[in-house]
T-cell receptor, first 113, second 112 residues
Framework: QKEVEQNSGPLSVPEGAIASLNCTYS??????FFWYRQYSGKSPELIMS????GDKEDGRFTAQLNKASQYVSLLIRDSQPSDSATYLC?????????????FGAGTRLAVHP | DAGVIQSPRHEVTEMGQEVTLRCKPI?????LFWYRQTMMRGLELLIY????????DSGMPEDRFSAKMPNASFSTLKIQPSEPRDSAVYFC??????????FGPGTRLTVL
């Protein structure tokens, strides 16, 4: 059973701090990795995708991928209260034959003023 | 919301009733995913269509669930008969680019 593991949180950080969200996955063949943000009552919104080892930066967000260790992380710099949401890690199911994604249960982030 | 219209946005029904959820990509897509999200089980893939054909329906819970995609502009997910454990948010999602998926606004289903 392929798995994507996330700490459910809540992860509480003060405004302006760096929030660090982590995800591990079981399928060594996975090649595509995604972070979705989901506000309460809303649909998941894609915020980052990463396909190769290392860091990928987009504004205040940095995704980090380490395929050897099978983990992917998301750093949010200068956290704002508007970043408070659940963050879902998604990993492609390599033998699926199509872009099948396996989602983690999500980490709830709370940024307090 | 990824250029997807889902209807209804909220549905409350009684156990045993038939429920039909609809997904309409604003610009035609011949590929589409249906997901279900609950607190207990998270986000689960129910079925994937490509070229309007069901490719992977291994996530469909049981025979009470059925899905169709008659054309590139429309898909339905039907539950008959519905049960309280079917209460969830149902999303359709469209593939894009390099293995990305974009989610519609969802339908919140409550079965009493």
């Amino acid at each position: 059973q392929k798995e994507v593991e996330q700490n459910s949180g809540p992860l509480s950080v003060p405004e302006g701090a760096i929030a660090s969200l982590n995800c591990t996955y079981s399928d060594r063949g996975s090649q595509s990795f995604f972070w979705y943000r989901q506000y309460s009552g809303k649909s998941p919104e894609l915020i980052m995708s990463i396909y190769s080892n290392g860091d990928k930066e987009d504004g205040r967000f940095t995704a980090q991928l380490n395929k050897a260790s099978q983990y992917v992380s998301l750093l949010i710099r200068d956290s704002q209260p508007s970043d408070s949401a659940t963050y879902l890690c998604a990993v492609n199911d390599a033998p699926g034959g199509y872009n099948k994604l396996i989602f983690g249960a999500g980490t709830r982030l709370a940024v307090h003023p | 919301d990824a250029g997807v219209i889902q209807s209804p946005r909220h549905e409350v029904t009684e156990m045993g009733q038939e429920v039909t959820l609809r997904c309409k990509p604003i610009s035609g897509h011949n590929s589409l995913f249906w997901y279900r999200q609950t607190m207990m089980r998270g986000l689960e893939l129910l079925i994937y269509f490509n070229n309007n054909v069901p490719i992977d329906d291994s996530g469909m819970p049981e025979d009470r669930f059925s899905a169709k995609m008659p054309n590139a502009s429309f898909s339905t997910l039907k539950i008959q008969p519905s049960e309280p454990r079917d209460s969830a948010v149902y999303f359709c999602a469209l593939p894009s680019g390099e293995n990305e998926q974009f989610f519609g606004p969802g339908t919140r289903l409550t079965v009493l």
